[in-house]
């Protein structure tokens, strides 16, 4: 079985920063690529940041410049630091894991919320 441990989410005022964690383990071969994805109250589930085995990365167009994907390969742990934190970053954000295991290869985690609010 393979698990997904998200932390860092929180409130924080406009301008504000967070850092989210997202730990992998179980049987996990190899990583193909993790990300961080958002879903706000009444919309759909959007991608924020990607980032790829080979280390290539990809953003929103609304996060471009503020958000920063990384990840720790040692310990299978992505991170997203967001910085100028806006009131429409409000959202739940849960972490996504594509990878090679003895069965299927998308894994979610339980999502963690981030506030933006005065």
């Known amino acids: 079985q393979v698990q997904l441990v998200e932390s860092g989410g929180g409130l924080v005022q406009p301008g504000g920063s967070l850092r989210l964690s997202c730990a992998a383990s179980g049987s996990i071969f190899s990583i193909n690529a993790m990300g961080w994805y958002r879903q706000a109250p009444g919309k759909e589930r959007e991608l924020v940041a990607v980032?790829?085995?080979?280390?290539?990365?990809n953003y929103a167009d609304s996060v471009k410049g503020r958000f920063t994907i990384s990840r720790d390969n040692a310990r299978y742990t992505v991170y997203l630091q967001m910085n100028s934190l806006k009131l429409e970053d409000t959202a739940v954000y849960y972490c996504k894991l594509n990878a090679k295991t003895v069965g299927r290869s998308d894994f979610w985690g339980q999502g963690t919320q981030v506030t933006v609010s005065s």
């Open positions: 980032i790829r085995s080979g280390g290539a990365t």
